[in-house]
């Protein structure tokens, strides 16, 4: 039985989603904790996400299926978000767990995921309550200007620019939302989605429109460096912890198959990060 | 010259406001920095706060005042605020710093302090990036049965049922406001706002509205706990860390001499919590 799994957490103390050797991930500590609860044997489950988030990165919308061997007793299911919860360290939460509709596919049934970026730019908009997700900055940012420039990257692009390069992958991708809001606290938050982004993707974006955010850029140099197609010193990769996983979109349950059909022949072949 | 200081923290790592020998405290740290940022000798400077919080107990909203000495040139006051937050630690952040309004006191000229307390109580609602300010509760809360509680100890009441006894100390308060509200995020937020709060009575209405919230008590309770006039071993201070002091309220300009000469006699008499 395949279950999807909701969770979301603090990546401050995550050397990010995948699992490494000797180092705390979220998906180690996940799946460690899916063996201990339901007391199988070590290397028995494999967790796939939907959105790979790099070494402190944050999630609230994380979403993750795993396949369950036949022994595990289906009335397990329904206590299984409460007794992974019971043993999971506090900066790692579970908010959902149920059987998953048919076809359900974490990482290739997903139609897109939505990132937020936040970041104070003034004194008062500092909050050290929420110091671990928002990134304190120096200079005020203009945000119609960051929006400005944001238009010009949205769309069906080759992203090479803002993209680690990997061999024999590609990075075209479909940028559907990249805007800025200030919020009634006074933090500007970047809102930032698409079907699937690249390594670094979002904070090599979100370093670009800061410099055009302080004034030392504009809108046409960011369009030109989209264009340009390599990445360039001028863009700045931001830090990991401003960065939150908010939502991974999927169809509806009729459409579930057809969408992993659709990508997971290409995407596997690509190694694209999701 | 007086200063009014508007300052955030994250309670987790202090132990509350009040300065105390060999503690980490937000009074001894920011008497600190502002010892070494204006280079005076130790013991120069009094920071004087509105609401005195306990130990663990955050601040969004805190106001202070501090008098400095007439050697500390007027223009060093403008990058005052800067030169702190590059010597505080992160948890500890000043908003605001500037000269006070003629007759500003924020202890004695203060008409209110409101207060948040934040309760995720299904596993949906619980964040690991809030976990610091947001009390996570096992069973689900009834927000409507709390907001009936609430509204029978609204008013001017003689609160020693939800006070820690001090000889000599009033539990006279006036409670502006006792309600609920359930955010977005599916976290319930209560805000209490009264002209002053006497030891832990924030912690313990909370306490006393949870075990309504939970079904195992009524609203006909909490009003016979309050009129009982004594501690209530059904009553409990719930933990300091969903507790936010939001904001302070003034009068303006004008009435603030007027306000300071009413409470200040009084208050100092009666050894009042902020």
């Not at 460690?32 to 609860?37: C, I, K, M, R, W």
Request: hydrophobic share 45%; glycine share 8%.
């Amino acid at each position: 039985m395949r279950v999807r799994i909701d969770l979301a957490y603090d990546g401050t103390d995550f050397k990010g989603w995948a699992t490494q050797p000797l180092l705390r991930t979220v998906q180690g500590e996940l799946t460690a904790a899916l063996h201990t609860v339901l007391r199988l044997p070590d290397d028995t489950l494999r967790v796939t996400c939907a959105g790979r988030t790099d070494s402190g990165v944050h999630a609230r919308g994380q979403v993750a299926h795993c396949d369950l061997p036949p022994e595990v007793p289906a009335e397990v299911v329904g206590r299984l978000a409460r007794r992974l919860n019971g043993v999971l360290p506090g900066d790692l939460r579970i908010h959902r767990l149920a059987p998953a509709s048919e076809g359900f596919d974490a990482r290739f049934a997903a139609l897109w995921r939505r990132y937020a970026y936040r970041i104070a730019d003034t004194a008062e908009a500092v909050d050290p309550l929420d110091r671990a997700y928002v990134v304190a900055w120096p200079r005020p940012l203009d945000v119609d200007a960051m929006n400005a420039a944001a238009a010009r990257l949205v769309g069906l692009h080759d992203f090479a620019a803002f993209c680690k390069q990997r061999e024999g992958a590609t990075t075209i991708r479909t940028l559907q939302e990249l805007s800025w809001t200030r919020a009634t606290s006074g933090v500007l938050v970047g809102h930032v989605r698409a079907d699937a982004f690249c390594h670094s993707m979002v904070r090599a974006l979100v370093g670009c429109l800061v410099a055009v955010g302080e004034g030392r850029k504009d809108a046409e140099w960011a369009a030109d460096i989209l264009a340009g197609r390599r990445r360039d010193p001028g863009v700045v990769v931001m830090h990991a912890h401003g960065l939150t996983l908010e939502e991974v979109g999927y169809p509806d349950d009729a459409s579930l198959a057809e969408r992993v059909e659709q990508t997971s022949a290409r995407r596997r072949a690509e190694e694209v990060d999701g």
